[in-house]
């Protein structure tokens, strides 16, 4: 039996961290660095937050406040087979020592470490993207979230679509899903100066009027696709270049784009700037005539507004989260079909360009990581109280 404090002590939460590599943090270390410390203001006497990290991590999330603290593993995703391991073997083991009420975890141990259990699914890409996710990640993922599905208490997820996506592939029952919107950080992705803003895109290469495009390059979220829309509107584009900023994890893939831009014409247009820090991609949105991601599966597709945020016109794709998330203030086009984005792309950069900058603004404000952290702390108090 786990160890339990006095229900006078109140609840204590463990949230696994683990999943990420801190030398190279995803968007799910943006979530927790947003959302955690707005959750902590929000905690009262007795409860805790206790966050697992391993120790090349711990000061990636250190200051939350008296009320969280750490419980260090020996790996995080730098070792993905010994993070796995130890998720499974040494929770277990440890969370009971801290009595930990509640785990919040992407994936469930194989042996429950805590009375309560609230899974965050962020996608489901070993289904529906499979290209994306690592053979052994993908047979892991496979094996386990079905399992997961069945022994969490919550499943807490970012967007119809992704309730629509997890009902499909897994036997879980729908009364356990809580549907929590992810944000956008409002401090950072805001209307700025476009004179700083310009200075700081140009030394990556931008010289001039451009499109945006913001994304990791998986096949999934097709570039590919951007790329022939946009020769095939590059004569009406005046001259703009195709700025691709984001890291290229497949490789092979990446090879294929830079390839692909060759093969259509293009390649002196498009600045392939590669992956930059959060806080330098706002510059790019700020200068942008229109930001387009015409992604063929996302579960929120948070870029889409932290352009709107900014002010940049949006274009993206009528399938998946999309359009959810877009909310009717951009522009939708069939990612399978280059000359409807094509239009889409000129459309944005003519006069329809200046009502969706105001509509972009107005859509972005209806999300912040305090409702989202008020709402997921409601979740693990929720769970708490059943299992108390």
């Known amino acids: 039996m786990p160890l339990r404090r006095r229900p006078s002590d109140g609840m204590q939460v463990a949230i696994n961290l683990l999943t990420d590599d801190p030398a190279n943090p995803s968007g799910a270390h943006w979530f927790w660095t947003r959302i955690i410390p707005e959750m902590a203001k929000r905690l009262t006497d007795g409860e805790r937050f206790h966050l697992l990290v391993s120790p090349r991590m711990r000061e990636q999330h250190d200051g939350y406040g008296h009320n969280v603290e750490h419980i260090t593993f020996p790996w995080s995703n730098e070792r993905p087979p010994l993070r796995t391991a130890s998720e499974h073997l040494y929770a277990p083991l440890r969370l009971p020592l801290s009595g930990i009420d509640v785990f919040s975890t992407l994936m469930a141990p194989i042996v429950r470490p805590a009375p309560g259990l609230v899974v965050h699914f962020k996608t489901l890409h070993a289904y ?3 290209g994306s996710v ?19 208490d919550a499943i807490i997820i970012n967007s119809e679509s992704l309730r629509q996506e997890v009902l499909a592939h897994l036997d879980v029952a729908p009364a356990k899903l809580r549907l929590i919107p992810e944000a956008v950080d409002h401090e950072l992705f805001r209307p700025g100066d476009t004179d700083e803003a310009w200075q700081r895109v140009r030394g990556q290469g931008v010289t001039g009027p451009f499109v945006l495009f913001v994304s990791s390059l998986w096949p999934y979220k097709n570039c590919a696709g951007l790329l022939r829309a946009f020769a095939a509107a590059r004569r009406e584009l005046g001259g703009r270049q195709l700025v691709v900023v984001g890291p290229g994890r497949d490789g092979e893939h990446a090879a294929e784009l830079r390839a692909l831009a060759d093969s259509l014409g293009i390649a002196r247009d498009v600045v392939w700037v590669g992956g930059v820090p959060l806080e330098d991609t706002v510059h790019f949105y700020r200068t942008a005539d229109v930001f387009v991601y015409p992604s063929f599966n996302e579960t929120f597709g948070l870029p889409i507004l932290e352009a709107m945020a900014t002010g940049c016109p949006v274009v993206t794709s009528t399938v998946s989260a999309m359009p959810e998330t877009a909310g009717g203030a951009a522009l939708l086009a069939d990612p399978s079909d280059p000359d409807a984005l094509a239009q889409a792309i000129l459309d944005a950069c003519g006069p329809s360009g200046d009502g969706l900058r105001e509509k972009g603004l107005l859509r972005a404000r209806e999300f912040s990581w305090a409702r989202t952290a008020e709402r997921t702390l ?3 108090r929720e769970v708490y109280r059943r299992v108390g």
Do not use: E, F, I
């Open 378 to 380: 409601d979740v693990y």
């Open 134 to 152: 690592r053979p052994s990640a993908r047979l892991y993922r496979r094996l386990n979230y079905p399992r997961t599905a069945r022994t969490a």
């Open 128 to 130: 529906t993207a499979p």
